[in-house]
């Protein structure tokens, strides 16, 4: 045996090789030629998944195996050795066969003995098999031979296999590192900002529309707070209300308007599962600017098609007027009665202009957090002042926590008070209105008259109205502020039985 010993081969380490596993296949083939002294050596190794175990490196022998040599797992004695996972060792080779796929180490050349050994990791498939052959004049292989090329085997199959694995890795890391370019350049291209912050307050990423919007050219790695600081200041707010909500776990959305620039935006603000927050900011400018033209031309075709109502309300009133004037006229003596007719007819006129401007004008809210029932229970009281003790009886019921709701309060007692009063004039003398808040909602409930299936239709109609002196335009204000709060509004009622109307505030109950 050469002076090469079976420690050398084990010392290897492949990765460190210029030219990696081919390299350390080739280098450990040179050396178990020497080591046992043989005429030739040859190593397959086998793509992952495949059946066939290609020529990796070979050393010795007076022809070289063609490159493209190959084993197929259960055909021949090395696919044989393979399939049953067994190293043999073979005396007096076979007759010389041309088959490659029969014996891919056959070839016109003497060999006496010769071992065939799977490199086997112990786990998974065989990844490999060396073979090491002697020619005439050497002793035929012995036991410890064979132990010895399998302890080898073995350390050539960890290494074959570590190769794969890194392979694997190089190949998964390739992939990550193209499918984030592909998603970066997705949300490149969104047309949404978007921030990345860390559970820690730092920006991580930012998209090219966030720099735009938000003025974030260096924010990668500043905090969230130094990263607006070429903002443009109508943003800062809102974009930190949405940081700190996300941080608190929730979602919460903010639209901003910059109305002397006709510019909107909507910022959105997402809790991360990793404890991070994502904002994403929106230029919703040509959408808001659509809304608004729409808004704008419903509310022209709503006071289009009032107009005719109106004439016909104001004229009551308006004749009254004219005739109580001519009477104070031709019999001034007379001035002090009609005078009051006059004034009363006058304060009519006023109070339709009143509803009307309140029908006609846009809802905008001003929003604070409220309890529902004490907003509730402020319009009961002021009402009831005003109302004759025999008359009907107004009782408010709180059931259950009250939540905290974002509210307009003005809206909400204005809202009542045209509950209050319909289900007043509904009731008879010495009947009971009952108001009960539960939650999000609440429901005006009456006793009186009811309504008929037709009046119910008719109910939000503007200028429907069944009352001598009604102007039909409590219940659309109603239910305008209540839409406007992002609620909704019920109507149940029975001819002859009563009224009850409910309504239903967003959020949590
Ligand atoms: P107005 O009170 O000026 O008539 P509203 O819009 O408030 O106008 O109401 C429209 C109509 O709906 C009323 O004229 C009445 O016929 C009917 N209505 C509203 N609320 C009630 C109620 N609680 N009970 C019976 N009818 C009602
Ligand atoms: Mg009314």
Redesign the pocket.
């Known amino acids: 045996m050469d002076a090469i010993d079976a420690w050398s081969l084990i010392d290897i380490p492949w990765a460190s090789l210029e030219g990696g596993i081919d390299a350390y296949l080739q280098c450990m083939i040179d050396r178990c030629t020497a080591l046992f002294g043989a005429s030739r050596a040859s190593l397959f190794a086998c793509a992952e998944g495949s059946q066939t175990f290609q020529l990796a490196a070979q050393s010795g022998g007076t022809k070289p195996l063609p490159g493209d040599a190959a084993i197929v797992r259960g055909i021949g004695i090395a696919g044989a050795a393979i399939a049953n996972r067994r190293p043999l060792i073979m005396e007096e080779r076979q007759p010389p066969t041309a088959n490659l796929e029969l014996d891919p180490f056959g070839e016109a050349e003497a060999i006496t003995s010769s071992m065939i050994v799977p490199l086997d990791t112990g786990v998974g498939d065989i990844v490999g098999v060396l073979n090491v052959a002697r020619g005439p004049g050497r002793s035929p292989f012995r036991e410890n031979d064979l132990r010895l090329a399998m302890s080898l085997a073995a350390h050539i199959a960890l290494a074959v296999n570590n190769a794969t694995l890194i392979g694997r890795m190089d190949f998964a890391k390739r992939d990550a590192e193209m499918s984030y370019e592909r998603l970066r350049k997705v949300l490149d291209h969104l047309g949404i900002g978007m921030v990345l912050v860390s559970r820690e307050g730092i920006i991580t990423h930012r998209n090219a529309q966030a720099s735009l919007m938000l003025g974030m050219q260096e924010a990668v790695g500043s905090t969230f707070e130094e990263g607006l600081s070429n903002c443009s200041r109508i943003l800062i707010e809102p974009a930190k209300s949405v940081l700190d909500a996300a941080n608190r776990g929730e979602i919460k959305r903010i639209s901003v308007g910059d109305r002397s620039n006709d510019r909107w935006w909507l910022l959105v603000g997402s809790p991360q599962p990793d404890g991070g927050v994502t904002i994403a900011i929106e230029d919703v400018s040509a959408f808001e600017r659509s809304r608004h033209e729409l808004e704008r031309m419903t509310r022209l075709a709503e006071i289009g098609q009032m107009t005719a109502a109106i004439a016909h309300e104001i004229r009551n009133p308006l004749t009254g007027i004219i005739s109580a004037a001519q009477m104070i006229v031709s019999s001034p003596d007379l001035s002090f009665e009609f005078g009051q007719m006059i004034e009363v007819e006058a304060k009519k006129l006023n109070a339709l202009c009143d509803e009307f401007l309140e029908f006609a004008r846009p809802v905008t809210l001003k929003l604070e957090p409220s309890y529902l029932a004490s907003v509730i229970g402020r319009v009961i009281d002021q009402f009831c002042m005003h109302l004759p003790q025999s008359q009907v009886q107004v009782e408010l019921k709180i059931e259950g926590a009250q939540p905290i709701i974002q509210l307009d309060t003005a809206k909400i007692e204005q809202v009542m008070r ?2 209050l ?3 007043i ?2 009731s008879e003398q010495g009947g009971k209105v009952l108001v009960t808040v539960r939650g999000n909602s609440a429901t ?1 409930k ?1 006793g ?4 008929s299936a037709e ?1 119910l239709s ?3 109609v503007p200028f ?4 001598a002196n ?7 204000v ?1 239910k305008k502020a209540i839409q406007a709060h992002g609620g909704d509004i019920t109507v149940r ?1 029975e001819l002859g039985k ?2 009850s ?1 409910t309504l239903n505030f967003e959020g949590e109950n």
Not at 448 to 451: K, L, N
């Open positions: 045209n509950l009063r319909n289900a004039q509904a005006i009456d009186g008259h009811g309504m009046t008719n109910l939000f429907f109205t069944t009352k009604g102007t039909g335009l409590g219940m659309c109603v009622s009563g009224t109307v």
